[in-house]
């Protein structure tokens, strides 16, 4: 089912399938902003990344000692959410462990995500619970996808992606034959002024990768610079951004935490930067999407 979250500028829908947004249309400058999932490029919207944001080592993770296999990005993305809450500006969805999420991860959890509009932005908030006995781990991390180009007669080259006032950002390197991190590996993105054009050449690496909590904020601007959309995610550790090849939109990915370092095979809880939570306690994270 499909739900409808709107005011007097913009219209959100969001989707119990993955508890998925799936859409952002701008009122007030009659546009869509949200990718619209063509499979000619790539089927999704703005998935959640949950109990992992990309890939385990050999899509294997390990738990006192037992081998798990896991896919990329987890089974929250591909999962029916339960819709538990709903006004004309907030709605509610959860996810609850179950028998075929045991087999892949052995934690009982409640993942709640909140989607709120407010005015021109949108706020989305995860909440996970541990409901099991013993401390659980996980990464989480949201992927949506923004239209670029988005104004007549431009070209997606012609647009910037924009940072809080760097002036160079460091990269981690993904290995392509794994998709995962080469330890110590890195490179470096160089600004103007705070932003770089999105040359056909950015993504040749696949996904830019951010540690360190270097970025808490990251937009796309049109070509004469003016802002188009950002996200906003103070406290966050890791950011990622990814296009498909030659495809026509530009993802802005707030994450805690991110793929494996090639070759780990330690257990999940000694993971960098992998979130832990006791039993009977909640982990809460927002980020924040604003429309200009």
């Known amino acids: 089912m499909i739900h409808t979250l709107e005011n007097e500028e913009l219209r959100i829908r969001i989707n119990d399938l993955g508890a998925e947004l799936s859409e952002i249309y701008d009122k007030t400058n009659d546009r869509q902003v949200l990718w619209d999932a063509d499979p ?4 999704r919207h703005a998935p959640i990344l949950f109990p992992n944001v990309g890939r385990c080592h050999a899509n294997q993770y390990r738990i006192n000692g037992r081998s798990y296999s896991i896919g990329q990005h987890g089974f929250a993305r591909d999962a029916e959410f339960l819709c538990t809450e709903s006004s ?22 409640r993942l709640s995500v909140t989607h709120e ?3 021109r932005d949108l706020r989305v908030s995860w ?37 809080d006032g760097q002036e160079e950002l460091t ?50 601007s049109f070509p004469d610079g003016t802002p188009y959309v950002e996200v906003t995610c103070k406290g966050f550790s890791n950011f990622g951004i990814w296009r498909a090849p030659g495809a026509p939109f530009v993802c802005l990915e707030p994450w805690m935490g991110r793929c494996d370092n090639s070759g780990f095979t330690e257990e999940l809880s000694q993971k ?21």
Not at 40 to 43: G, H, I, S, T, V
Not at 283 to 290: A, E, K, L, N, V
């Open 40 to 43: 000619a490029y790539w089927k």
């Open 88 to 109: 004309d500006t907030t709605i509610t969805h959860i996810l609850e462990a179950s028998e075929k999420t045991r087999e892949v991860y052995p934690f009982l959890f």
């Open 117 to 119: 509009l407010c005015g």
């Open 127 to 163: 909440k996970v619970e541990n409901l099991d006995n013993e401390p659980i781990y996980f990464t989480i991390g949201g992927h949506p996808a923004f239209r670029v180009p988005v104004l007549p007669d431009t070209a997606q080259e012609e647009y910037f992606l924009t940072f």
């Open 171 to 220: 990269l981690s390197v993904l290995d392509l034959s794994t998709g995962t991190v080469i330890p110590g590996k890195t490179d470096r993105l160089s600004l103007q002024n705070g932003a770089c054009h999105i040359t056909p050449n950015l993504f040749d690496n696949d996904t830019l990768i951010f540690d360190n909590g270097q970025v808490e904020k990251a937009g796309i």
């Open 272 to 292: 960098p930067g992998i979130n832990q939570v006791a039993a009977g306690e909640e982990f809460f994270r927002s980020y924040t999407i604003s429309m200009k």
